[in-house]
C-alpha cells in the first residue's frame, strides 16, 4: 500500500504556488493550495522568512519553497509584506517582489528532468511578473484573484484602459466602466489608491501596471467567489479579464472549526470567544472589523465607539494591535451590563465568530475576504468601505446583492457623524427594518453551501481546474 501512494503521489502534478506577502491576499490562496493538496496535487509553495510561518501552518501536504526577499531601492530593508508597508510603497512592494523571477525560474529549471518537473504556475494578481516566467519555463500560468470578478475586472480595466478624470480636482468626477455588465460608474475618490497615485514613465508605476496587463496573458484565472454570488460577472467572458476562464471555487474558507490559526496565533482562542458569545442571544452581537492592513482613523473610531455606547448593543470588535480607541471606551463597555463589549487587539478568529449564531450583524471594510466569509455564515453586513476594492465590493452588496445595509460612503477622509451610526446600527439590530437584509444574508449561505458541496458550481469548477492540471502532468510525461 506504502509503494502504492508513493508511486500515486510521485505521478501527481506538480505546481507551483507564488502567494502575494499581504495576509489578504495569502490567506485565500493558501486555502485553496490546502484544497489542492487534499485532492492529490503536489503543491510548492514560495515564501520570504517574513511570511514563511504563515506558509507552513497552511497544509501538512504543502512543501514549502523559502527565498531572501528581493532588495530594491524603493523599499526599505526589513519590509517584506504588506503589513509592515505604509500605502504609499504598496506599489513598490509589487515591483520589488518581481525580483524572485530569477530565483524561481533557476529553482523550476533544475527540476525539469525530474519527478520534481513543475506543470503550471498558479500565483496571485499582484504576481502578474510570473506569466513572463511561465512562458520562459514553457509552463501555463493561472492567476488567482483574492478579490470577486467583478472586483478583479475594475482593476484590471483601470491599468487596462487608463480612464483619467474629466476634471482634475474633481474626486467626485465619475469613472465608468463600458465593457462590465451595466457599465458602472465610480467617484475618482473611491478608485484604488495604487491606480490614482499611478503616474506615466514612473518606473514603479509602469511596473505595476505591466503586473496587471501580464495577467490578461494567462491560461485561466481562479477566483475565491461563486456563481450565484457575481453571475452576470462570470456568465459570459469579460474584455476586463483578458476574455479568460473564471474558475469560480470559493469560498475557500474552511469550516469554523479548521480556521482558528488562519493569518497567524490568535489573540483570543475561538473557543474562548464562543463562549462568551453563547451569552447572548441569537443575532444579537454585531461583529466588527476594519482587516488585517488598514489603521482606522480616530474620527471614524470616534463615531463608531460613541454609536456603540449610545446604542447599548453587544458587540465584538477586532481592532488590531495598534489601534487606538477613545479613552476609557474599553473598560466602560467592559464593565457595562455584564460587559455587553469585548475589544480583542490582535488576530482574531473571524471566521469562528461570524458562525456563531449569537452574531447576527458584520461592520465591515468590505474587503472581499471579509465579505464572503459572512456571506458563507449568512451574517448581514453593515457595509463601511475605505479604499482598495472595497467600494466596488459594498456597491455589489448593498445594491445588487441586498445583503448589506451602508454605514458611509465617505472612506477614508469623510468620516459619519455618531449619530449617522447609531441610526444604522439602530436600524439594522435593534430595529425591524433592515430584516429583508438579514434574511437574503441566508439565502446567500445556503447558495454558498450548496455551490461547495458534490455537483455544485464550485465543486465543478475545482474539479475541471485539476484535471486541466492533470491533463498537463500526462502530456509532460508522454
Known amino acids: ?57 497552511a497544509h501538512p501536504a504543502v512543501r514549502l519553497l523559502t527565498l531572501p526577499f528581493p532588495s530594491h531601492p524603493a523599499v526599505p530593508a526589513g519590509v517584506e509584506t504588506a503589513k509592515d508597508a505604509p500605502p504609499a510603497l504598496f506599489a513598490a512592494l509589487i515591483v520589488a517582489f518581481a525580483g524572485l523571477r530569477g530565483p524561481l525560474g533557476s529553482w523550476v529549471r533544475a527540476r525539469s528532468d525530474g519527478p520534481d518537473r513543475v506543470v503550471a504556475i498558479l500565483s496571485d494578481f499582484f504576481c502578474g511578473w510570473t506569466q513572463p516566467l511561465a512562458v520562459e ?3 501555463p500560468r493561472v492567476v488567482f484573484s483574492p478579490s470577486g470578478a467583478n472586483g478583479t475586472a475594475v482593476m484590471h480595466s483601470l491599468f487596462r484602459r487608463l480612464p483619467r478624470r474629466a476634471d482634475e480636482s474633481d474626486d467626485e468626477s465619475p469613472i465608468v466602466f463600458p465593457d462590465l455588465p451595466g457599465a458602472p460608474g465610480y467617484p475618482w475618490r473611491q478608485m484604488s489608491l495604487m491606480y490614482r497615485m499611478h503616474k506615466e514613465g514612473d518606473e514603479v508605476s509602469e511596473g505595476v501596471r505591466r503586473n496587471f496587463l501580464w495577467n490578461l496573458e494567462s491560461s485561466a484565472l481562479v477566483s475565491n467567489t461563486f456563481r450565484r454570488l457575481e453571475e452576470r460577472y462570470l456568465e459570459a467572458p469579460l474584455a476586463d479579464l483578458g476574455l479568460r476562464r473564471v474558475h469560480a471555487v470559493g469560498p475557500v474558507a474552511p469550516e469554523a472549526g479548521a480556521a482558528g490559526s488562519r493569518g497567524g496565533k490568535t489573540a483570543v482562542a475561538a473557543a474562548d470567544l464562543c463562549a462568551w458569545l453563547d451569552m447572548f442571544v441569537d443575532g444579537s452581537v454585531v461583529y466588527i472589523s476594519f482587516g488585517s492592513v488598514a489603521v482606522l482613523q480616530p474620527a471614524h473610531a470616534a463615531a463608531l465607539t460613541a454609536a456603540l455606547e449610545r446604542t447599548g448593543v453587544a458587540f ?24 455587553r463589549g469585548r475589544v480583542i487587539r490582535g488576530w482574531a478568529p473571524q471566521v469562528a465568530a461570524l458562525r456563531h449564531r449569537a452574531v447576527g450583524w458584520f461592520v465591515t471594510h468590505c474587503g472581499w475576504n471579509s465579505a464572503l466569509e459572512a456571506v458563507a455564515a449568512g451574517v448581514a453586513m453593515l457595509a463601511w468601505p475605505m479604499t482598495a476594492d472595497q467600494f466596488v465590493n459594498a456597491r455589489l452588496l448593498v445594491d445588487e446583492l441586498g445583503a448589506a445595509v451602508p454605514v458611509s460612503w465617505g472612506g477614508l477622509k469623510a468620516a459619519p457623524g455618531a449619530d449617522e451610526v447609531a441610526r444604522v446600527l439602530d436600524a439594522a439590530v ?31 469548477d475545482l474539479e475541471e481546474l485539476i484535471r486541466e492540471l492533470r491533463e498537463l502532468a500526462s502530456e509532460q510525461r508522454q
Open 1 to 57: 500500500m506504502a509503494a502504492a501512494t508513493e508511486h500515486t503521489t510521485a505521478r501527481a502534478p506538480h505546481v507551483l504556488v507564488v502567494p502575494y506577502p499581504a495576509q489578504g491576499h495569502m490567506i485565500p490562496l493558501l486555502d485553496l493550495a490546502g484544497i489542492l493538496a487534499s485532492r492529490g496535487l503536489r503543491l510548492t509553495v514560495v515564501a520570504t522568512p517574513a511570511t514563511a510561518p504563515l506558509v507552513a501552518a
Open 137 to 139: 519555463l514553457g509552463v
Open 316 to 339: 465584538v470588535w477586532a481592532v488590531g494591535a495598534t489601534a487606538t480607541l477613545p479613552e476609557g471606551f474599553e473598560e466602560r463597555t467592559a464593565a457595562a451590563a455584564g460587559g
Open 430 to 460: 435593534c430595529g425591524k427594518g433592515c430584516r429583508h437584509v438579514a434574511m437574503r444574508a441566508k439565502e446567500l449561505a445556503a447558495e454558498a453551501a450548496a455551490a461547495v458541496r458534490e455537483g455544485g458550481s464550485s465543486w465543478l
